[in-house]
């Protein structure tokens, strides 16, 4: 069993996205790296729990964050269920090795006067214009991750019931409602883009007529982004951020949220549970008897 036969496995079994199984596969690379350079290793299979803990405290001393580190165990801790699943090893050298300690997750979300004003820059008629704002749009009102939107076909938009099919993590498929604003972008976007004759059938597509790449979306995001606000980090996932949050801050509940990001427990959910100041001033005041 190799790191191949893993990854075609938790592609075509487990259906993890390609874009989870790239990083999964670029951990584990780096892992057998760290074997043969560190420890004059090359089966994988003859790890053991110490040399697993030698890793660690190398991926440390590189100065990588604990979050990092974690996620980097969760690839290795995988790819040997998968060898202890399929009776290739007897002894999981991953079991005893407890993820580091974090800090608590913050989410990054951008103010909702910025979003609004965002909103109300007219939109050009050219279709690098047009592109980058549904690209923005589609974010922010539906809090779709990147690879949902990369993935995502025309046939996703049902217009007669205003609605998104998402496929998601593990091909977890969900709906997303979208606003009667959106349904018209998106109508004179698709005009524009027919008029391109693209070979594919995916909603966002470059000026070329070809599916876009990962960093073109990303820059987009931060260009457009950075006329609005002065955060830093101005990512797609910073727009998903936004969607949770100014749902909940609106009065959406915790499930519908859930339901909404594709979460399987409430507990990933939570991270959105955050309140801008003047929220929790709102709030004191709606519900303090002297308020």
């Not at 980058?132 to 996703?156: D, T």
């Not at 959910?269 to 709030?283: E, G, P, S």
Request: with cysteine.
């Amino acid at each position: 069993m190799t790191i191949e036969d893993f990854i075609n496995y938790i592609l075509s079994e487990k259906r993890y996205s390609r874009h989870t199984a790239k990083a999964y596969e670029s951990d584990l690379m780096q892992f057998r790296t760290f074997l043969s350079q560190t420890c004059d290793m090359f089966d994988l299979k003859q790890v053991t729990e110490k040399i697993i803990r030698s890793w660690v405290v190398s991926l440390k001393e590189k100065q990588l964050d604990n979050s990092s580190i974690n996620r980097k165990l969760s690839s290795i801790r995988a790819f040997y269920d998968f060898l202890i699943k399929n009776e290739v090893i007897v002894t999981h050298p991953v079991t005893f090795q407890k993820a580091l300690k974090t800090k608590k997750r913050v989410a990054t979300f951008v103010p909702q006067s910025d979003m609004i004003n965002y909103g109300q820059e007219v939109v050009g008629e050219q279709y690098d214009s047009l592109v980058k704002r549904v690209i923005i749009e589609s974010f922010y009102q539906s809090g779709m991750r990147l690879s949902e939107l990369m993935e995502l076909k025309l046939n996703a938009v049902d217009f007669s019931n205003s609605v998104i099919k998402v496929h998601g993590k593990r091909n977890k498929q969900r709906l997303i409602p979208f606003h009667n604003g959106f349904n018209q972008l998106l109508t004179h976007y698709l005009k524009q883009r027919a008029q391109m004759n693209p070979e594919n059938d995916f909603l966002i597509i470059n000026q070329k007529g070809k599916r876009p790449s990962p960093s073109w979306i990303y820059k987009v995001v931060s260009s457009e982004l950075k006329k609005v606000t002065t955060l830093t980090k101005t990512s797609p996932h910073v727009l998903r951020h936004t969607f949770a949050t100014h749902l909940l801050n609106n009065g959406a509940s915790l499930i519908a949220v859930k339901e909404l990001l594709g979460h399987t427990s409430l507990a990933a959910t939570q991270v959105y549970t955050h309140n801008t100041i003047d929220q929790l001033k709102k709030i004191h005041q709606q519900a303090h008897p002297k308020g």
